[in-house]
Nanobody, 123 residues
Framework: QVRLVESGGGLVQAGDSLRLSCVAS????????MGWFRQAPGKEREFVAA????????VYADSVKGRFAISRNNAENTAYLQMNSLKPEDTAVYYC????????????????WGQGTQVTVSS
């Protein structure tokens, strides 16, 4: 079992930056790829970014490419999502997830999920 706890969300203005953190405990964190997803009110949970267990490869949703950056520190069992140039449409609850051993954007491939952290971007 892996437990994930996100933090770093908040209320910001358009154009601002935030860095989300996800701390893992339980089974070996470094064996798995990590992903970030988000869910806005009334919408399905959508993929944002993912990173391999080595940190050597990443993939992003088109809507965040060039603005967001995912990273991880396996020694500290922590993954990060740096979000720059935030837009009102980025407003959502952000979730970190893990479980797959390969890089994937498919939500159902992720077995373990955090409780989410709210990000609100005002215009």
């Amino acid at each position: 079992q892996v437990r994930l706890v996100e933090s770093g969300g908040g209320l910001v203005q358009a154009g601002d930056s935030l860095r989300l953190s996800c701390v893992a405990s339980g089974r070996t964190f470094s064996n798995y790829a990590m992903g970030w997803f988000r869910q806005a009110p009334g919408k399905e949970r959508e993929f944002v970014a993912a990173i391999t267990w080595t940190g050597g490869s990443t993939v992003y949703a088109d809507s965040v490419k060039g603005r967001f950056a995912i990273s991880r520190n396996n020694a500290e069992n922590t993954a990060y999502l740096q979000m720059n140039s935030l837009k009102p449409e980025d407003t959502a609850v952000y979730y970190c997830a893990t479980g797959p051993t390969r890089l994937t954007t498919t939500r159902t491939n992720y077995r373990y999920w955090g409780q989410g952290t709210q990000v609100t971007v005002s215009s």
